[in-house]
């Protein structure tokens, strides 16, 4: 029952002595709002109805005792927070000492002297406010460090694509290119995470970097004149020289936004890699470097079947486009040799996948050179 309102915060007193309500209540009223309660059960049913501020709670009492309802209310969500204070007429340090083990935050001995129970109502309450207000602010920050993560996200991916974007200023169609060569990427590395000899290489977040990184593969592409990048016939030996120096070229250019920040930035990392090393061969004989094995960075071991792939399958000016059987026997006859023998494998197993990315996105003619 609530006995009368004020304003200095709710308080429930918990107590199977009427006597010891009457002078609680009286003690409380003028300055909070005082509920009450005769017994345990009855003191958790108002706790989770009116949610109080603080509860004064006696020990001894029939059915449920104070240790009884504290652990209840400690259970429920709704109700553990709720700061309580120990009423008892037991006085022995061990009794003390377990009350706040069990969770009570002070413990106030019978009988019930008035001024004292006063301050310490006044006490707790002042210090539940003062834990409500550091939980909004920590809400308010963390919501706040979320909103921003989620801007810096934002941020980067446009500024990934805004790059990206630079190819297609000369060629409308690299944007189904690189928005197909994401999807693979992040078939193969998602198939790939699944095996245990991989799993410690490529988690969830490194594949979303690799995933934000993969319109970067090519970026060296805008070094490279038109007379080459988009010639619709063979290249000569001295064009396709020229042309080989576009992953490199790449490369430098992310290179040199690493170093025009005073921290590593993981996404350029990995991006770096990419557009250096997509075009080297699991046999050696790929270029800029001649490196082989795993000496290639996993992430341009994954782009450089991605990117083939979808070269195979796109219509150039210079060719017409591979149906996707074909392609995919392309990219198997080259396990081992083009390609890391693994990542084939992943590629095998999940074809499927590929093929609907590929038949989802309509392909039209374009100038780009893969090479």
Not at 54 to 80: E, N, Y
Not at 99 to 109: I, N, S, W
Not at 123 to 137: C, D, G, M, N, T
């Amino acid at each position: 029952m609530k006995l009368a309102p004020a304003t200095g915060g709710s308080v429930l007193v918990v107590d199977d002595d009427a006597a010891n309500l009457f002078v609680l209540a009286h003690a409380l009223q003028r300055d909070h709002r005082v509920l009450a309660a005769k017994s345990g059960q009855a003191a958790l049913e108002i706790a989770r109805r009116q949610r109080p501020d603080l509860i004064l709670l006696d020990v001894m009492m029939p059915g449920l005792d104070g240790f009884d309802v504290l652990d209840a209310l400690r259970r429920d969500a709704a109700t553990a927070s709720i700061p309580v204070v120990f009423l008892t007429a037991v006085t022995d340090p061990e009794s003390e000492e377990l009350a706040l083990q069990r969770g009570a935050v002070d413990y106030v001995t019978k009988p019930i002297r008035p001024a004292v129970v006063q301050a310490r109502v006044q006490l707790h309450l002042l210090a539940a406010r003062a834990r409500r207000s550091l939980q909004e602010q920590n809400r308010w920050l963390e919501l706040e460090v979320a909103r921003r993560l989620e801007e810096n996200d934002v941020i980067q991916a446009v500024s990934i694509r805004a790059l990206a974007h630079l190819a297609e200023m000369r060629d409308t169609d690299t944007a189904v290119h690189v928005e197909r060569t994401q999807r693979f990427v992040e078939i193969l590395a998602t198939g790939l995470a699944a095996r245990p000899s991989h799993a410690d290489q490529l988690d969830g977040q490194t594949i979303d970097l690799l995933v934000r990184s993969a319109p970067l593969h090519d970026i060296g592409k805008v070094g490279i004149p038109d007379a080459v990048l988009l010639k619709p016939g063979g290249l000569d030996p001295e064009e396709w020289a020229v042309m080989k120096t576009h992953a490199a070229m790449g490369a430098d250019a992310i290179g040199k936004a690493e170093a025009d920040v005073e921290r590593s930035v993981a996404f350029l990392g990995l991006a770096k890699q990419i557009a250096r090393s997509h075009h080297e061969r699991w046999d050696g004989n790929g270029y800029p470097d001649g490196l082989a094995g795993e000496e290639i960075p996993l992430p341009a071991r994954l782009m450089a079947v991605a990117d083939v792939f979808d070269a195979l399958i796109s219509k150039r000016v210079y060719k017409s486009a591979m149906p996707i059987d074909e392609a995919r026997a392309v990219i198997t006859a080259d396990r081992g040799t083009h390609f890391d023998p693994v990542i084939v494998d992943v590629f095998e197993e999940r074809f499927d996948q590929f093929a609907a990315v590929a038949r989802g996105v309509t392909t039209q003619p374009r100038g780009e050179r893969t090479g």
